[in-house]
């Protein structure tokens, strides 16, 4: 036979592809049909979505802000960026804003419709997470209770929903998105501060010291707010507030004034503890300032020490709380009604919640437990992401090339798809199967193995035309902005019944996409390696 073999791996997500309905039970005494299955014309109309998407204007950059997010392109992305860093999520929203003001501005863009999407819905993970991450902390300071009572609450807008949303208009969203949650931030941190305030007493009727702290927390508080944007978090740059207090001489009130800024330089969500010990250290330079100045020194270096270890733990605490909110919306996510369902992970979700609901921080174990029940869900979203891209191309070859199509899903395969080109029939016909990860494409013929001479002959001849085939095939998911190269054996043709314990496309529900007004599903972008690196992409 002529066959060809490649490994399908999603490089780009497209942005307009919605779930598909599951594919046929492997059972064939639950197949609703069986034996050959014409599209009888409804599929050239499903298909003609993919073909028009390959020469729309969508494709363009410039076009992409027509274009709707499809349910399954937003969950994968989601996925994509639970296995991502904050900088890097903030890169992708920098990006995004900036692209929007292009927009704006009537600028061209370098960046094509899939760059454009992926970094918009990073953006939109990144602050879904911040949100979650917020509300799970005043809820547990409001359960805590305390001396300063509950925190005010916060003002937080419903959760953004990319799905279903053009490109332009989840941008605008994402703007005043940010502006709400980063007030809302500001404001609570504010609170956190004043929590922290107790602990930071030197004398009560002390003015200048209080007049000297609250100076210093104002600009600590600045800081903090300019250090959330995206901006400052793609640069990822190290608090110093620290380092840069003063350093004192042997007077008292400079010994203050230094353990003033140190003092104030606390991250707003630092532990009371924390800060009781940076204070007591204060406190002990401030009352051997005037008789020991070299003691005083020590005592504030230690200040400094505890200040930077606070802020350092804070930081970390609060980004390890926004990792948990993006991991628990992604695992916690559920199908839209008709999709394949999506295996559930009730243990991580678990500690997820404990971590969110309690502040318990995940040791190594339960965090390693997490990260795979992420990585698993987000490979068998790509799983379903390939094998929906791949029945569309094989739609797509009939539509333009003539012949019907099947698709069936015998055991230990994904999807298997049957293509009759016009002239094959009715004793040939080329077969397409989708299995851990690799689509082979072979030449079948119609009978047994004992085959006469003449058609023998004819088997010879159609894979002769194979790679033919192979070439428009690879056309195809060319111009769906796919990237598939077939290695080609060259043997004899194998011997199968077209459409056995097969469906029709159109059964599997195919062109359910998104497509923007006027346009169609844009296909994905695939990257074809060998095996070996496959199997590190999917470990």
């Known amino acids: 036979m002529s066959s060809g073999l490649a490994f399908p791996m999603v490089d780009m997500v497209a942005p307009t592809v919605a779930f598909p309905p599951p594919p046929p039970p492997v059972d064939a005494q639950t197949l609703p049909h069986t034996g050959m299955l014409h599209t009888h014309g409804v599929g050239s109309h499903l298909s003609s979505h993919a073909g028009?998407?390959?020469?729309?204007?969508?494709h363009q950059a410039g076009d992409a802000a027509l274009q709707a997010l499809g349910s399954l392109s937003g969950v994968l992305l989601v996925g994509r960026a639970a296995l991502l860093t904050t900088r890097v999520l903030a890169a992708a929203a920098v990006r995004a804003g900036e692209e929007q003001r292009c927009l704006e501005r009537q600028q061209a863009l370098a960046a094509t419709a899939a760059e454009q999407w992926r970094d918009a819905a990073f953006a939109a993970v990144r602050l879904n997470a911040r949100r979650r991450a917020l509300a799970a902390r005043v809820a547990r300071a409001t359960a805590g209770g305390g001396p300063g009572g509950a925190p005010p609450r916060p003002d937080l807008p419903p959760p953004l929903e990319p799905v279903g949303e053009q490109l332009g208009n989840l941008r605008q969203q994402l703007a005043r998105f940010e502006e709400d949650v980063h007030r809302a931030e500001e404001r609570h941190a504010a609170w956190e501060q004043q929590r922290l305030g107790a602990e930071l007493r030197l004398d009560e009727g002390d003015d200048a010291w209080q007049d000297a702290l609250r100076a210093s927390r104002r600009r600590a508080l600045d800081r903090f707010g300019a250090e959330r944007t995206a901006e400052a978090e793609e640069r990822?740059?190290?608090?110093?507030?620290?380092?840069?207090?003063?350093?004192?001489g042997p007077d008292a009130a400079e010994v203050r004034a230094?353990?003033?800024?140190?003092l104030g330089g606390l991250d707003p969500y630092a532990v009371s503890e924390a800060a009781e010990l940076a204070a007591g250290a204060v406190r002990h330079a401030v009352r051997r300032a005037a008789e020991d100045p070299r003691r005083a020194r020590i005592h504030l270096n230690e200040a400094r020490k505890y200040v930077?270890?606070?802020?350092?733990?804070?930081?970390?605490?609060?980004?390890?709380?926004?990792?948990?909110?993006?991991?628990?919306?992604?695992?916690?996510?559920?199908?839209?009604?008709?999709?394949?369902?999506?295996a559930p992970a009730p243990k991580a979700v678990e500690l997820l919640r404990r971590t969110l609901d309690d502040g318990v921080p995940l040791i190594r174990d339960e965090l390693e437990l997490v990260e795979r029940a992420v990585e698993g869900?987000?490979?068998?979203?790509?799983t379903i992401y390939v094998r929906d891209q791949c029945a569309k191309a094989v739609e797509e070859l009939a539509r333009r090339f003539g012949g019907p199509t099947e698709a069936g899903r015998p055991e230990g395969q994904e999807i298997r798809l049957d293509w009759t080109p016009d002239g094959w029939e009715p004793d040939h016909w080329l077969r397409a199967t989708l299995a851990d990860g690799e689509l082979r494409v072979a030449a079948m013929y119609r009978g047994g193995p004992e085959r006469t001479p003449e058609q023998r002959a004819l088997d010879d001849a159609r894979c002769a035309e194979t790679p033919e085939r192979l070439a428009e095939l690879q056309a195809v998911i060319k111009d769906m902005g796919l990237d598939v190269e077939f290695q080609v054996r060259t043997e004899g043709a194998l011997p199968g019944i077209p459409g056995e314990d097969a469906v029709s496309l159109d059964d599997l529900g195919r062109g359910h996409t998104a497509p923007p007004p006027g346009a169609g599903a844009q296909g994905p972008l695939h990257k074809t390696v060998d095996g070996a690196e496959r199997r590190r992409e999917h470990r």
């Open 258 to 262: 230094a353990g003033a800024e140190i």
């Open 377 to 382: 869900r987000r490979c068998a979203l790509e």
């Open 236 to 248: 990822r740059m190290p608090r110093q507030t620290a380092d840069r207090s003063p350093r004192p």
């Open 308 to 342: 930077r270890d606070a802020n350092k733990d804070a930081r970390l605490t609060r980004e390890a709380q926004e990792r948990a909110a993006l991991h628990y919306d992604f695992l916690v996510y559920e199908t839209p009604e008709g999709a394949e369902d999506l």
């Open 52 to 58: 028009d998407a390959a020469q729309h204007l969508v």
